[in-house]
């Protein structure tokens, strides 16, 4: 493989890659294709009874019943919402609502997403976090279900990939219902079983942003928590998006469909980076190494502001995350990483996509070393 | 104990510091980090365990500003 840089670690000013893909996949040519169409052919009221409207009901209800098959739900247990945030709102709320006889406190794990801390934060109600391992797994063991209403238990971890044991959870629980935000694995993974609601976003998978997807089992005690709205039903408020739930389902369809061949590539990707990236001097890869999502890995750099070496790869061309405090919207550092004991400066989280190569894969991989080194130097 | 005085400086500044004057102190002394950047709370001893030093724990300055302590020990 060449070298990716000059040198004196001058970027080559014609090379993007993008390395984000668990912040946003870009929008699957089935999607593209879907959304189009609908924009057409579904642009009336899906509750009007006219032909217009019964046009676009009829896509509504294909979307809908795509995205029950790929799921292995019921078509009338699936709601469409405005964002993966709503469905994990709609989901958590409704769960701890419907179950306010049994129990008051919300339950989580310490490496949710934020959407998830902040909505128990709203209630007001108790809220209890449960305590994970270094690899950011959740040690149901030691998880408390006292007065618990609901226990949130993501299906992967959103920064660090590490899979949850989401079946083991709600063996626990028992009678306590499970939500599972599922939005960092959908599509990428079947979903885990035993949950009574989980919530998913389509931009994750390469559907469009605006869409979310919130599934409530039909036997599970669950409660609107947000105002009533007579037009949208079970769950979801105001006129859906259409257009963006057909490509969201066409999305779906497609990336469930080539799976098999993106995972296997995905995983020999990260593989090599977690590879290489360990043998790096002062450098902690974190998350689990085999039992995680496919496609994204973090690690830590001792020593480097996390912008600094965002904004230095973005410079070299290539497009990363990062969970470091000065990087995200608050002055708090990942509670993610912290939780897990792990480094939170220096942080970086790649993402590879649905059309990364191996060799742009070698072209980071020749650059990070380089761009960690002149940081460091700079102190 | 050696103290350090990291008040105001966000990380990576305070584990740099530490990094600098770990080998001031003699194997098995203490330097404290006193830091009122959030973040070091998780790095002090995240840095201990990927150096292969001991951290002994947290502690607060006379203003109550946190004091991280690590001991030497290589």
């Given at each position: 493989?060449?070298?990716?840089?000059?040198?004196?670690?001058?970027?080559?000013?014609?090379?993007?890659?993008?390395?984000?893909?668990?912040?946003?996949?870009?929008?699957?040519?089935?999607?593209?294709?879907?959304?189009?169409?609908?924009?057409?052919?579904?642009?009336?009221?899906?509750?009007?009874?006219?032909?217009a409207g019964r046009s676009a009901r009829l896509v509504l209800d294909n979307?809908?019943?795509?995205?029950?098959?790929?799921?292995?739900?019921?078509?009338?247990?699936?709601?469409?919402?405005?964002?993966?945030?709503?469905?994990?709102?709609?989901?958590?709320?409704?769960?701890?609502?419907?179950?306010?006889?049994?129990?008051?406190?919300l339950v989580h794990t310490a490496v949710e997403h934020s959407a998830v801390?902040?909505?128990?934060?709203?209630?007001?109600?108790?809220?209890?976090?449960?305590?994970?391992?270094?690899?950011?797994?959740?040690?149901?063991?030691?998880?408390?279900?006292?007065?618990?209403?609901?226990?949130?238990?993501?299906?992967?971890?959103?920064?660090?990939?590490?899979?949850?044991?989401?079946?083991?959870?709600?063996?626990?629980?028992?009678?306590?219902?499970?939500?599972?935000?599922?939005?960092?694995?959908?599509?990428?993974?079947?979903?885990?079983?035993?949950?009574?609601?989980?919530?998913?976003?389509?931009?994750?998978?390469?559907?469009?942003?605006?869409?979310?997807?919130?599934?409530?089992?039909?036997?599970?005690?669950?409660?609107?928590?947000?105002?009533?709205?007579?037009?949208?039903?079970?769950?979801?408020?105001?006129?859906?998006?259409?257009?963006?739930?057909?490509?969201?389902?066409?999305?779906?369809?497609?990336?469930?469909?080539?799976?098999?061949?993106?995972?296997?590539?995905?995983?020999?990707?990260?593989?090599?980076?977690?590879?290489?990236?360990?043998?790096?001097?002062?450098?902690?890869?974190?998350?689990?190494?085999?039992?995680?999502?496919?496609?994204?890995?973090?690690?830590?750099?001792?020593?480097?502001?996390?912008?600094?070496?965002?904004?230095?790869?973005?410079?070299?061309?290539?497009?990363?995350?990062?969970?470091?405090?000065?990087?995200?919207?608050?002055?708090?550092?990942?509670?993610?990483?912290?939780?897990?004991?792990?480094?939170?400066?220096?942080?970086?989280?790649?993402?590879?996509?649905?059309?990364?190569?191996?060799?742009?894969?070698?072209?980071?991989?020749?650059?990070?070393?380089?761009?960690?080194?002149?940081?460091?130097?700079?102190? | 104990?050696?103290?350090?005085?990291?008040?105001?400086?966000?990380?990576?500044?305070?584990?740099?510091?530490?990094?600098?004057?770990?080998?001031?102190?003699?194997?098995?002394?203490?330097?404290?980090?006193?830091?009122?950047?959030?973040?070091?709370?998780?790095?002090?001893?995240?840095?201990?365990?990927?150096?292969?030093?001991?951290?002994?724990?947290?502690?607060?300055?006379?203003?109550?500003?946190?004091?991280?302590?690590?001991?030497?020990?290589?």
């Amino acid at each position: 493989m060449p070298p990716a840089v000059a040198s004196g670690g001058d970027p080559d000013p014609t090379r993007r890659v993008y390395l984000d893909s668990a912040s946003g996949e870009s929008l699957h040519p089935a999607a593209r294709q879907a959304f189009a169409a609908a924009l057409d052919a579904a642009y009336a009221d899906p509750r009007r009874l006219h032909h217009a409207g019964r046009s676009a009901r009829l896509v509504l209800d294909n979307a809908r019943a795509a995205t029950a098959e790929v799921f292995g739900v019921r078509a009338d247990e699936v709601t469409f919402t405005a964002s993966g945030t709503e469905a994990v709102h709609r989901g958590l709320l409704g769960l701890h609502r419907g179950s306010a006889r049994h129990g008051r406190t919300l339950v989580h794990t310490a490496v949710e997403h934020s959407a998830v801390l902040h909505a128990a934060a709203w209630t007001g109600s108790p809220v209890r976090s449960a305590p994970v391992d270094p690899t950011g797994r959740v040690r149901v063991a030691d998880l408390d279900l006292s007065d618990a209403s609901v226990v949130a238990c993501q299906s992967a971890n959103h920064e660090v990939g590490t899979v949850q044991p989401v079946a083991a959870v709600a063996e626990r629980a028992g009678e306590v219902p499970v939500f599972v935000d599922a939005c960092a694995s959908a599509g990428r993974l079947p979903l885990p079983e035993g949950w009574a609601a989980l919530a998913a976003s389509a931009h994750k998978w390469g559907g469009p942003p605006g869409v979310g997807v919130l599934v409530v089992r039909r036997r599970a005690r669950w409660r609107d928590a947000f105002p009533e709205d007579e037009r949208a039903g079970h769950g979801a408020s105001g006129f859906e998006n259409v257009p963006g739930i057909l490509a969201a389902a066409a999305a779906l369809q497609a990336v469930v469909g080539e799976r098999a061949e993106q995972t296997a590539r995905q995983r020999a990707q990260v593989d090599r980076i977690r590879q290489v990236v360990g043998g790096l001097p002062d450098v902690d890869v974190v998350g689990d190494p085999t039992d995680r999502l496919p496609h994204l890995v973090t690690f830590s750099c001792l020593y480097v502001d996390g912008e600094a070496l965002v904004t230095e790869l973005d410079r070299l061309g290539f497009e990363v995350a990062s969970g470091s405090a000065c990087t995200a919207s608050s002055l708090e550092p990942s509670h993610v990483l912290a939780a897990m004991g792990a480094l939170t400066h220096g942080n970086v989280r790649v993402s590879v996509a649905r059309e990364t190569t191996d060799e742009e894969v070698e072209q980071f991989l020749a650059v990070l070393p380089l761009a960690i080194e002149r940081l460091r130097a700079q102190v | 104990m050696l103290e350090l005085d990291c008040r105001g400086q966000v990380c990576p500044a305070p584990i740099i510091e530490l990094a600098r004057h770990i080998g001031d102190v003699e194997v098995g002394g203490l330097v404290g980090v006193v830091a009122d950047d959030a973040a070091a709370r998780a790095d002090v001893p995240a840095w201990c365990r990927m150096t292969g030093q001991e951290y002994a724990g947290e502690e607060a300055a006379d203003d109550g500003v946190p004091r991280y302590v690590v001991r030497r020990v290589s």
